[in-house]
């Protein structure tokens, strides 16, 4: 198996895409190396080069698209600007994400800028994973996701992102507006370990009656790693809004959280939580009495905390 087809395993079901015949598109290196469009979704180069432009018909139902990148060689700084459209009564799953695989003392980096343009009524579930393989202390594996998202009246978005290990230096940054009736929630699952840096930056403005937002990040830190977690919700009508950053620490990690509201109508009712702790011992003295080492134990608690 090529490294290629390793990292497509690790950050999407590569397989039963390429079976179901879903539409696609696989970037390599910063090149496009393979693409797929379908009858009902359309994915095609942007005049300049510089990313995709993916757009998925009104009413269409239960189809996929996947758009994951990898990179495979030392020395590459790879950025590309991918637009979705999803046109009115559509809804699909979007599937992304980055493999980075570099050897010993080499350094290779992965920007994907990602903006979604959601018609009224429309839905997309959105799942994102990231990964770094291969190298040593020395390597560095660099991924800085950007995510803009435009809402239309009553459309729902759903993002479901993952970076579990391996990545050394990430900024993910998401920024969002939402009309009458929108709803966004984000699910956000990441780990660093060693001396790896991550942060979390979220600003979402809520400007329709009745539009909702649900940000939940849940993070590790292990080794001497560490992480930011900041997130700045407004609301400027009736509506609601919730941030939790819910954080465990092992070793000699550090984690710091900023959660910010602003409040510029009456009837926005926002709220912020932020939880930032150890495992607790007694949940490791009860996996121990199952016959599971300490650290088999730990590994245990962080797996059942990152799903």
């Known amino acids: 198996?090529?490294?290629?087809?390793?990292?497509?395993?690790?950050?999407?079901?590569?397989?039963?895409?390429?079976?179901?015949?879903?539409?696609?598109?696989?970037r390599e290196n910063g090149k496009?190396?393979?693409r797929l469009s379908t009858d009902e979704i359309e994915i095609t180069p942007k005049a300049d080069g510089s990313g995709l432009d993916i757009h998925v018909k009104a009413g269409v139902k239960g189809k996929k698209v996947a758009i994951p990148a990898c990179v495979t060689a030392a020395d590459i700084d790879d950025l590309v600007y991918n637009d979705f459209f999803i046109a009115e009564g559509a809804d699909v799953t979007i599937i992304a994400g980055c493999g980075i695989h570099v050897?010993?003392?080499e350094a290779a980096r992965h920007s994907?800028?990602?903006?979604?343009?959601?018609?009224?009524?429309?839905?997309?579930l959105y799942l994102e994973k990231h990964v770094g393989t291969g190298g040593t202390r020395d390597t560095k594996r660099v991924i800085d996701p950007v995510t803009e998202v435009t809402l239309g009246e009553g459309s729902t978005l759903e993002m479901d992102t993952s970076q579990i290990g391996g990545v050394d230096e990430t900024r993910r940054v998401t920024r969002g507006s939402l009309a009458s009736g929108a709803r966004l929630i984000v699910k956000e699952h990441l780990l660093t370990e060693g001396v790896e840096k991550a942060s979390t930056d979220f600003e979402?403005?809520?400007?329709?009656?009745?539009?909702a937002v649900d940000l939940v990040s849940?993070?590790?830190?292990?080794?001497?790693?560490?992480?930011?977690?900041?997130?700045v919700i407004t609301g400027k009508a009736r509506c609601t809004g919730h941030s939790e950053c819910d954080a465990i620490i092992t070793e000699e990690g550090r984690v710091s959280a900023s959660p910010a509201l602003n409040a510029e109508s009456q009837d926005a009712s926002l709220i912020h939580e932020a939880a930032i702790g150890k495992i607790a011992g007694e949940q490791?003295?009860?996996?121990?009495?199952?016959?599971?080492?300490?650290e088999e134990a730990e590994q245990k608690i962080i797996e059942g905390f990152l799903r």
């Open 218 to 231: 849940r993070s590790v830190a292990r080794g001497h790693s560490s992480q930011s977690y900041r997130s």
């Open 284 to 294: 490791i003295m009860k996996l121990r009495t199952f016959g599971l080492s300490e």
């Open 103 to 105: 050897h010993n003392g």
């Open 112 to 124: 994907g800028i990602h903006r979604f343009f959601l018609a009224p009524h429309s839905k997309v």
């Open 32 to 34: 496009s190396v393979e």
């Open 204 to 211: 979402i403005t809520l400007e329709g009656d009745d539009s």
């Open 1 to 26: 198996m090529s490294t290629r087809d390793e990292l497509l395993d690790l950050i999407s079901d590569w397989k039963k895409i390429k079976k179901e015949g879903c539409a696609h598109n696989i």
